[in-house]
């Protein structure tokens, strides 16, 4: 098996900001970073100014410390996926968690019905049995006895494959095409 090492990632050209609004920043902050700041600063302060309106005194660290935290460490390249930052690697985990992994049905021309969050909180209450225990949340990880078949086994059972990898060499590959020309010669003298 050949391995090979990528050299790439330590040539990362970042782009950075030098200047914002006329005051020098010196080396600057990654454009990502305030990118994503312009974005969730916003967002957080709205919501938290609608919910709760302005912060008292001491609520204060409350209300700059999470965005701050959240651009920081969400702006960083992710440790799984180093192509991705770690925001878009969150963003796309609470996509999987809203909309699960829905079945292609009819080649995607059919939309497949959306399960909602009911099948995954009630299977996330089949692996935390402790869950169904707690009294606020004991309804939502109830197991079901009356919903009918389960919404994830209507689809049919799961595709099995096997895939079978083969590495041909050039020998192998000019024998085929050989043969493959001998089958076009006959299927043509056939044909007059």
């Not at 920081?72 to 609470?94: D, F, Q």
């Not at 949340?137 to 009918?148: H, T, V």
């Not at 043969?179 to 010669?185: D, L, M, P, T, V």
Request: hydrophobic share 35%; proline share 9%; aromatic share 10%.
């Amino acid at each position: 098996m050949r391995t090979s090492s990528t050299y790439s990632r330590h040539w990362d050209i970042e782009t950075r900001q030098h200047e914002l609004l006329g005051l020098d920043l010196g080396e600057g902050l990654p454009r990502t970073t305030l990118r994503y700041g312009a974005a969730i600063f916003p967002l957080y302060w709205g919501g938290w100014l609608l919910l709760f309106g302005f912060p008292a005194q001491g609520a204060a660290p409350l209300f700059l410390l999470p965005p701050l935290g959240l651009t920081y460490y969400g702006a960083k390249r992710s440790a799984t996926y180093w192509r991705r930052t770690n925001l878009l690697v969150w963003a796309i985990r609470l996509n999987y968690l809203h909309t699960g992994v829905r079945p292609v049905l009819g080649r995607g021309r059919i939309p497949a019905p959306k399960p909602g969050m009911k099948l995954r909180v009630r299977r996330l209450g089949e692996q935390l049995p402790q869950l169904a225990e707690l009294p606020s949340l004991a309804p939502l990880f109830a197991p079901a006895e009356d919903d009918g078949p389960d919404q994830a086994e209507s689809y049919g059972p799961a595709a099995r494959i096997r895939p079978r990898l083969r590495a041909y060499g050039p020998d192998a590959v000019a024998k085929a095409r050989a043969k493959y020309r001998k089958k076009q010669r006959r299927s043509k003298g056939n044909e007059k």
